[in-house]
T-cell receptor
């Protein structure tokens, strides 16, 4: 069965600190896609990244970076030099016959 | 800018009322979904639809029904609202397969009193 685990429920960091959000997944599929979404206080989930199971290259986009490791079934998300605007709930998700979401990590960046 | 639009941002309804939550997408997506989001429970799938007039139950369909008469519109219906249905409701849409991800609406925060 597919499953996504985000063990960190809440994280607080001081502005400019780096922070890593963990995501571990389970799937029997050989081809699958992983996603990260950001949910700011406004409520809408905003797409951040999509990664397919054949592409294990790490990706960097500005202050955001993602580390995908099939060997450990993990797809971790790092924010470098965090800012107050990064405060949000972050969801990791996996495709199967439907979308499987983790329970989310609430990140608070303290000024 | 492509969008999923939910008709209400906030709703307050009384116990026993019939409640309609409307969702419209302008991306010509085949798939549409309704989730509810509760603290500590993440997003839970209520119903989804792969085509017009087609619906499938998700993980928590009890107390809800849906309607999809047109491709762009997917309605969630609470037949008789109860206080345990107080929640944030999120609509989403996607292309077939969902491998390009979902596009979400801004959510409707429903309070049942």
């Amino acid at each position: 069965a597919q499953k996504v685990t985000q063990a960190q429920t809440e994280i607080s960091v001081v502005e400019k600190e780096d922070v890593t959000l963990d995501c571990v997944y389970e799937t029997r599929d050989t081809t699958y896609y992983l996603f990260w979404y950001k949910q700011p206080p406004s409520g809408e989930l905003v797409f951040l990244i999509r990664r397919n199971s054949f592409d294990e290259q790490n990706e960097i986009s500005g202050r955001y970076s993602w580390n995908f490791q099939k060997s450990t079934s993990s797809f971790n998300f790092t924010i470098t030099a965090s800012q107050v605007v990064d405060s949000a709930v972050y969801f990791c998700a996996l495709t199967g016959n439907q979308f499987y979401f983790g329970t989310g990590t609430s990140l608070t960046v303290i000024p | 800018d492509v969008k999923v639009t939910q008709s209400s941002r906030y709703l307050v309804k009384r116990t026993g009322e019939k409640v309609f939550l409307e969702c419209v997408q302008d991306m010509d997506h085949e798939n549409m979904f309704w989730y509810r989001q509760d603290p500590g429970l993440g997003l839970r799938l209520i119903y989804f639809s792969y085509d017009v007039k087609m619906k499938e139950k998700g993980d928590i369909p009890e107390g809800y029904s849906v309607s999809r008469e047109k491709k762009e519109r997917f309605s969630l219906i609470l037949e008789s609202a109860s206080t345990n249905q107080t929640s944030m409701y999120l609509c989403a849409s996607s292309l077939i397969g969902g491998n390009y991800g979902y596009t979400f609406g801004s959510g409707t925060r429903l309070t049942v009193v």
